[in-house]
Structures are given as structure tokens and as C-alpha cells.
T-cell receptor
């Protein structure tokens, strides 16, 4: 079975960039990479997604390697409110998402 | 926040009893999804719907059934609950475009004793 792998936890200093990695054992050509985050027990919130080009929005940047098996979510200036669980996922037709187990990001002052 | 509600928000039940969870949306989105969240597994897709009366299985569908008789409602049924179905269940909605984002509901915490 295809697996999505993320480190279980990471720490980041407040104001610094947080770089969260994700690896897919396999990913189809039509599958996008999505990132969501979950704060406390709330429902996950969308952050960003991309196919093969790097993407940036007001929340984050997404770097995708050429073979598309690895991606990095970048929070450019992490704040305490960015402390959350970050999920990498891949999705294709019908947008059926396959999630990794998530990375707990702790932003420390 | 997207207009998604889930009911009940918390439920405790006993093994062998039937349980139905409801997801209700006010966004008129075509796609609706049920996920379960367990430690170490992230979120896993149970079933999804791509229109009224149109549903399909996800990666962990055994022991679950779904129904969608109206655009706004997507029901998840555990015919005979087991302790392994103790989990947090999230509903999500999405528009028709393949690359669209999903919006998640607040979740239902289900405990099967």
C-alpha cells in the first residue's frame, strides 16, 4: 500500500521559518499534494495545495520535488498560534484524500 | 467557517447497537466525505458521496454504510457498533472540481463500550 510519511513532531522558534517535510511512497500524475492543519480537536483546516509547481499563499509556501514524492510546507514566520498538527495528503479524482499520520508542530517563544 | 454541522457531537454506546451520525451542510456542495481519526493513523476515508444517492467506499469502509437522500445531508451508520469503531468522526464537503479543497466539520467523538 502507498504510504505518506511525516515526522511525528517538530519544534520551531517563534518568528523563524517552520519547514515541515512529507514523503509519498507513490503518487499518481493526477494527484495533488494538500496540506491541512488541526488545532486542538477542531476539524482540519485547509492550508495549501499543489500539483508540481511551487505554490505560495497568504498562509504558507509549498515546495514539491520534481518526482513529486516529497514536499515541504513552509510557514515563513511561525507564531505561537501556528502550534498544531499538520497533515500532508494526496488526492485525485473526486478529491479522495489520503492523509499521513501528521506532524505535531510546537512553536516556542 | 463553512456551514457544516455534525450531530451528535459526542456519543457513548454499547457494542452491538446501531449508531447513526449525521452531517448537514448549507453550502450546496456536491461532494461529502466521512473520515475517522485515530492516533497514529491521521484521517482515513470511510465513504464519500458525489451526489444525491451516489456514494462509494473509501479505504476503511468495512462495518459502515452511508446514505444521501438530500444534497445537504450525509448519514454514516454503524449497523452493529464494535469497540474498534471508537474514534473521532469528521465530515467534510467539497465542490465538484477535482482539485478543490475540503472543508471539515467539528467532528463527532464516538465511544463504543
Amino acid at each position: 500500500d502507498a504510504k505518506t510519511t511525516q515526522p511525528p513532531s517538530m519544534d520551531c522558534a517563534e518568528g523563524r521559518a517552520a519547514n515541515l517535510p512529507c514523503n509519498h511512497s507513490t503518487i499518481s500524475g493526477n494527484e495533488y499534494v494538500y496540506w491541512y492543519r488541526q488545532i486542538h480537536s477542531q476539524g482540519p483546516q485547509y492550508i495549501i495545495h499543489g500539483l508540481k509547481n511551487n505554490e505560495t499563499n497568504e498562509m504558507a509556501s509549498l515546495i514539491i520535488t520534481e518526482d513529486r514524492k516529497s514536499s515541504t510546507l513552509i510557514l515563513p514566520h511561525a507564531t505561537l498560534r501556528d502550534t498544531a498538527v499538520y497533515y500532508c495528503s494526496r488526492g485525485g479524482y473526486g478529491n479522495k484524500l489520503v492523509f499521513g499520520a501528521g506532524t505535531i508542530l510546537r512553536v516556542k517563544s | 467557517d463553512a456551514g457544516i454541522t455534525q450531530s451528535p457531537r459526542h456519543k457513548v454506546t454499547e457494542t452491538g447497537t446501531p449508531v447513526t451520525l449525521r452531517c448537514h451542510q448549507t453550502e450546496n456542495h456536491r461532494y461529502m466525505y466521512w473520515y475517522r481519526q485515530d492516533p497514529g493513523h491521521g484521517l482515513r476515508l470511510i465513504h464519500y458521496s458525489y451526489g444525491v444517492k451516489d456514494t462509494d467506499k473509501g479505504e476503511v469502509s468495512d462495518g459502515y454504510s452511508v446514505s444521501r437522500s438530500k444534497t445537504e445531508d450525509f448519514l454514516l451508520t454503524l449497523e452493529s457498533a464494535t469497540s474498534s469503531q471508537t474514534s473521532v468522526y469528521f465530515c467534510a464537503i467539497g465542490r465538484a472540481e477535482d482539485t478543490d479543497t475540503q472543508y471539515f466539520g467539528p467532528g463527532t467523538r464516538l465511544t463504543v463500550l
